[in-house]
């Protein structure tokens, strides 16, 4: 079974600063995706960035990026410029890529200070 | 281009009552997936449907069912609620391929007392 870990359940950062989220995950698979979740207040489920496992080149969107670490097992994003709107909750996920099912951690809520 | 829709948005039920569900995917979307979201266990996958197939369930019980008709809207129903069954549905589309990612909608609160 696959599980992914989110070790940080609050995580706080000043406006302007940069912050890293963790994610680990446990798979015996070699093909998959990991993706960023954010779910603001208004609950509603926002793709924040996705990596494929075949890929070594670390993924970015503006001011997301990512630490994919394939050995480690490893999957971090980092919030830079962090901004209010960023204040969220942060889910890690995993998908097999046969598979349909994405397996979340159990997020990490970020408050971002004015 | 619209998003992923869910209605109801809100819905009180009584133990023991069935409910419906509704997700209207992405325009083009073929994959439908199904989560349900508790402060307690997190997100869970229910199941995914895709051209009107299940193609993978998640380990809920029976009483948890789905289906999606041919213009890719699915439906899910839970029949005998119980008070555990209290918590956010999230419905999520895809085009339907590996590669492509989840876009969810506004979940639906499903109350039961």
């Known amino acids: 079974a696959q599980t992914v870990t989110q070790s940080q359940p609050e995580m706080s950062v000043q406006e302007a600063e940069t912050v890293t989220l963790s994610c680990t995950y446990d798979?015996?698979?070699?093909?998959?995706?990991l993706f960023w979740y954010k779910q603001p207040p208004s609950r509603q489920m926002i793709l924040v960035i996705r990596?494929?496992?075949?890929?070594?080149q670390n993924a970015t969107e503006n001011r997301f990026s990512v630490n994919f670490q394939k050995a480690a097992k490893s999957f971090s994003l980092k919030i830079s410029d962090s901004q209010l709107g960023d204040a969220a909750m942060y889910f890690c996920?995993?998908?097999?890529?046969?598979?349909?099912?994405?397996?979340f951690g159990a997020g990490t809520t970020v408050t971002v200070r004015a | 281009k619209a998003g992923v829709t869910q209605t109801p948005r809100y819905l009180i039920k009584t133990r023991g009552q069935q409910v419906t569900l509704s997700c209207s995917p992405i325009s083009g979307h073929r994959s439908v997936s199904w989560y349900q979201q508790t402060p307690g266990q997190g997100l869970q996958f229910l199941f995914e449907y895709f051209s009107e197939t299940q193609r993978n369930k998640g380990n809920f019980p029976g009483r948890f069912s789905g289906r999606q008709f041919s213009n890719s809207r699915s439906e899910m129903n839970v029949s005998t609620l119980e008070l555990g069954d209290s918590a956010l549905y999230l419905c999520?589309?895809?085009?339907?391929?590996?590669?492509?990612?989840?876009?969810f909608g506004p979940g639906t609160r499903l109350t039961v007392t």
């Open positions: 999520a589309s895809s085009l339907g391929g590996q590669s492509y990612e989840q876009y």
């Open positions: 996920a995993y998908r097999v890529s046969n598979d349909y099912k994405l397996s």
């Open positions: 990596q494929e496992a075949y890929k070594q």
């Open positions: 798979t015996s698979e070699s093909d998959y995706y």
